[in-house]
């Protein structure tokens, strides 16, 4: 008999691949929006899911690209 404890591993698994599918093309339609006032909240997110996404890539994965700490101004 499957119990709870055993299918929150494969649910965990299925909405954690689900989320690597869908991540970059909401981050790049982010990044993507008019470099107004209006949308700067919502390009930061974009940032910060570029972000996310290096550091998911290898571990440290940014600051190798980088070469160490990454830091970028919206204005």
């Not at 649910?11 to 700067?40: F, H, M, N, R, S």
Request: aromatic share 2%; glycine share 12%.
């Amino acid at each position: 008999e499957e119990g709870p404890s055993s299918l929150a591993p494969d649910l965990k698994a299925q909405i954690d691949e689900t989320l690597e599918e869908i991540t970059p093309p909401c981050v790049l339609e982010l990044l993507g929006l008019p470099l107004t006032d209006e949308y700067q909240t919502k390009r930061k997110e974009g940032l910060q899911g570029v972000h996310n996404i290096l550091w998911a890539v290898g571990g440290r994965g940014a600051s190798a690209i980088a070469g160490g700490d990454i830091h970028v101004k919206i204005s």
